[in-house]
């Protein structure tokens, strides 16, 4: 448990922790931290005597510091264990808080902080007045996305354009557009300013009416680019002006360089830009038509009655122009000469015009200033902004980049594992979900009908390795299901699965989400799936995981059984999931599901077919009900959907089936794995051989009742199959308490075992198999009812 004992150094609340910083924790410090007061800016938060810090927690953290931003403020964490920083630095979180060794140096870091917030130096040149404000002294870069060389013969092509999304650009500008795919996007290019919380672009499309994106995802937002300028890393500070009487957008830069030169031979190369200015009168331009992209044909306008402005741009120095053989840097310099402010200085910009201007503290950041005017009814046109254009007064955050470089050395890196196929739509979603990370390596696992996974190997963008994770990618609907069956179902009452669901997305017809695996050992596990033990190792190392699974994991759900009506016909049948059932039926098989029975020349009998007994006797008998046992059940519970680390410790994962229903269920589903999946087939000998096999399974009455052996091959994975079913009956029978009818589990079974007819990983045999297997199972409920 977490005790919280709070105190205060001047204005400054300490919390003092000690214990486990884990879910309950994490909401009795959501209350304790509701308590103080909104003028307050800066938290120190004690760690020196906490044991403990689980997810629930670090989102507390986030949430407290993403707060405290707003008002500039931030939150400073002291005495971090070696653990509890090593927790910080595998999510990729470490960065996004302030690190102190103790509590007075945290208190002498805040000092420093609100000393460098509150300095300004002042200037006056001419008649401007500059407060200015030193803020960062790491580096920043100037990224250069796509190219305008990608026009040929004045015509754009859709396939040119880079997909990016909002929190990869940035602050940026350039030609680009919006829409869900790049063929939509080409058709409304035009020019467009980005921030991580909203884009604007004025279309080329001879209408001229600016569209916006506004968003609190950014890493959700597309954008597709045909070039464009951005800026990565944090300002070199900021700037105040104000004048007696208007001045240009030209005289501005003019002073940027002038303030940010430390003595005459360091004029810096390159200032990034971004000004939120009162206009006294603006002179806009833009493209008419896509056409004039090529050829650089403006519209021209005069705005004078615009309430402000927000302009994002580049202002270039002469020496960039001999410093780099780099092919993007020269294609950046001859695009940058052709907006000259003076015969060695070049100005690149657009524009947003605004509403309204909103009144900014001395304290605000560029972000929470910038979500001050991210609202529809603020943002009212997207324009190249002229350098001529008049400007009353003004806030200059600038930026002083030591590097040029393409935008691909900042963009989250997807390696493809060979045999790994990804489609576009997966490359979005995978560069959303995993917008924290540097470098991602995509192993694809196993793939179902609906769905693909695959194991991520990530990288921090320092180059550390992360956790390993599992990404799911699969229908809308599915991944969906699969969110909320795990809020509604797994998170609240499997605590020790150790599986969170740390994000997901969409795009275009596809869903994806992120599984991290809470308690994992650390970067270098490896996870491996319960399908792979089970083909290595011996059935007496077998049922202790399958006892862990069922007994200890799985217990919350099994272990609260009601005593509810149920529709077997109708909860068990395949045919939503797999429609196309009878089509396979008669393509692979050449039998029709309208006959009555099926000859089974290898036992030289006749059998009931089962596929008339779904097509006919499911629909009659849809409206059957008994009291039966119901609880939560994972809907989908193979050997691929459990995975375990180097010291078997078991994940469950993929709950887009799971819901209340028939008890025993996923008992059921493992027995066609266990005797069609996992044995070996390769002759008519063999098949005859596990038909045997099977009909012996298929004599049992009730649940209770062991079934007999019937096999007289010598395939070891038969007896282990056997072995196994003995085993997961007998946890159908503890959960179904005093009942032991076993059409219920019969009728489970059937549900798994009717689609493998439709499976492209099995061969004739083995479709042949689950046809006799699937016979014998209606035969005996034909015999019960």
């Known amino acids: 448990m977490l005790e919280i004992k709070l105190t205060s150094e001047g204005k400054i609340p300490v919390f003092n922790l000690k214990g486990r910083f884990d879910g309950y924790g994490a909401s009795l410090f959501d209350e304790e931290s509701s308590k103080i007061s909104e003028e307050i800016n800066y938290w120190i938060i004690d760690f020196s005597e906490v044991n403990y810090l689980s997810s629930a927690g670090i989102r507390s953290l986030i949430k407290a510091e993403k707060s405290l931003r707003t008002k500039t403020g931030r939150t400073i964490l002291v005495a971090l264990s070696a653990g509890l920083r090593r927790v910080l630095e595998l999510t990729g979180l470490l960065g996004q808080f302030h690190i102190s060794d103790s509590i007075s140096e945290a208190l002498k870091q805040v000092k420093e902080i609100q000393t460098a917030d509150e300095s300004a130096i002042k200037h006056l040149l001419d008649d401007r007045e500059y407060q200015l404000r030193w803020a960062s002294k790491k580096a920043s870069i100037l990224d250069l996305w796509g190219s305008l060389n990608n026009i040929k013969d004045g015509e754009l092509f859709s396939e040119n354009l880079i997909c990016t999304n909002l929190q990869e650009l940035g602050y940026a500008f350039g030609i680009g557009g919006f829409g869900n795919t790049k063929y939509q996007a080409c058709e409304a290019l035009g020019e467009f300013i980005s921030t991580p919380t909203f884009a604007g672009i004025i279309p080329a499309d001879g209408h001229c009416l600016s569209d916006f994106l506004i968003t609190d995802k950014p890493s959700d937002t597309e954008v597709y680019l045909l070039s464009a300028y951005g800026f990565s890393g944090k300002p070199a500070g900021v700037f105040d002006v104000n004048s007696q009487s208007p001045f240009t957008l030209k005289e501005l830069i003019e002073d940027t360089f002038n303030l940010t030169t430390k003595n005459k031979e360091e004029i810096p190369p390159l200032i990034g830009l971004i000004i939120l200015a009162e206009p006294d009168e603006l002179?806009?331009?833009?493209?008419?038509?896509?056409?004039?992209?090529?050829?650089?044909?403006?519209?021209?306008?005069?705005?004078?009655?615009?309430?402000?402005?927000?302009?994002?741009?580049?202002?270039?120095?002469?020496?960039?122009?001999?410093?780099?053989?780099?092919?993007?840097?020269?294609?950046?310099?001859?695009?940058?000469?052709?907006?000259?402010?003076?015969e060695t200085r070049f100005f690149h910009g657009h524009g947003v015009l605004l509403s309204e201007l909103p009144a900014l503290s001395v304290r605000i950041d560029l972000d929470s200033c910038i979500q001050k005017i991210s609202n529809l009814e603020n943002l009212k046109t997207v324009a190249h902004i002229q350098i001529d254009s008049k400007i009353k007064s003004a806030r200059v955050w600038f930026f002083l980049p030591k590097t040029i470089r393409s935008a691909d050395e900042k963009r989250l890196k997807i390696n493809v594992e060979k045999g790994t196929e990804l489609l576009d739509e997966w490359d979005v979603i995978i560069r959303r979900i995993y917008s924290n990370a540097g470098r991602v390596v995509i192993n694809e696992l196993h793939g179902g009908f609906t769905s693909k996974t695959f194991y991520v190997t990530s990288y921090d963008k320092?180059?550390?390795?992360?956790?390993?994770?599992?990404?799911?990618?699969?229908?809308?609907?599915?991944?969906?299901?699969?969110?909320?069956?795990?809020?509604?179902?797994?998170?609240?009452?499997?605590l020790n699965n150790s599986v969170t669901i740390m994000g997901n997305t969409t795009y275009g017809d596809w869903g994806g989400l992120r599984y991290n695996f809470v308690g994992i050992n650390g970067p270098d596990s490896k996870l491996t799936w319960l399908t792979d033990y089970y083909k290595k190792f011996p059935i007496d190392e077998l049922t202790p995981l399958f006892d862990r699974v069922f007994t200890d994991i799985l217990k919350p759900w099994y272990g609260q059984p009601k005593w509810e009506p149920i529709y077997p016909y109708v909860e068990h049948s395949p045919l939503?999931?797999?429609?196309?059932?009878?089509?396979?039926?008669?393509?692979?098989?050449?039998?029709?599901p309208d006959e009555k029975s099926v000859c089974c020349k290898e036992l030289g009998m006749k059998l009931p077919n089962p596929y008339y007994f779904l097509k006919y006797e499911y629909p009659r008998r849809k409206i059957y009900s008994r009291l039966w046992y119901k609880s939560i059940t994972h809907g989908d519970l193979n050997m691929q959907n459990i995975l375990l680390d180097e010291v078997e410790n078991i994940y469950i994962i993929d709950f887009s089936e799971t819901k209340p229903r028939n008890i025993v269920s996923d008992f059921a589903r493992l027995e066609p794995i266990f005797t069609i999946e996992m044995t070996h087939l390769e002759s008519e000998k063999d098949l005859k051989e596990l038909i045997e096999f099977h009909a012996g399974l298929a004599k049992t009455n009730s649940i209770k009742e062991i079934p007999p052996f019937k096999y007289k091959g010598s395939e070891p994975m038969v007896e282990k199959a056997y072995k196994m079913i003995c085993c997961v009956r007998k946890y159908a029978d503890i959960v179904t308490l005093f009942d032991n009818d076993i059409v219920p589990y019969l009728l489970a079974i059937l549900e798994w075992t009717y689609p493998i007819i439709t499976y492209r990983s099995v061969g004739p045999l083995e479709r042949k198999l689950a046809l006799y297997s699937a016979a014998f199972i209606c035969r005996k409920i034909m015999e019960l009812d």
């Open 462 to 494: 320092e180059g550390r390795r992360l956790l390993p994770t599992v990404l799911k990618i699969g229908s809308i609907k599915d991944t969906q299901n699969e969110v909320d069956a795990y809020h509604n179902y797994v998170k609240k009452f499997i």
């Open 283 to 342: 002179i806009c331009t833009h493209f008419r038509t896509k056409n004039d992209i090529s050829v650089g044909e403006y519209c021209k306008e005069r705005f004078s009655d615009e309430r402000g402005t927000l302009i994002i741009g580049v202002a270039v120095n002469e020496t960039v122009l001999k410093s780099s053989k780099d092919k993007s840097v020269s294609q950046f310099v001859e695009h940058i000469t052709k907006y000259p402010i003076t």
């Open 576 to 592: 939503e999931m797999f429609p196309g059932i009878f089509e396979s039926l008669e393509k692979e098989l050449g039998i029709s």
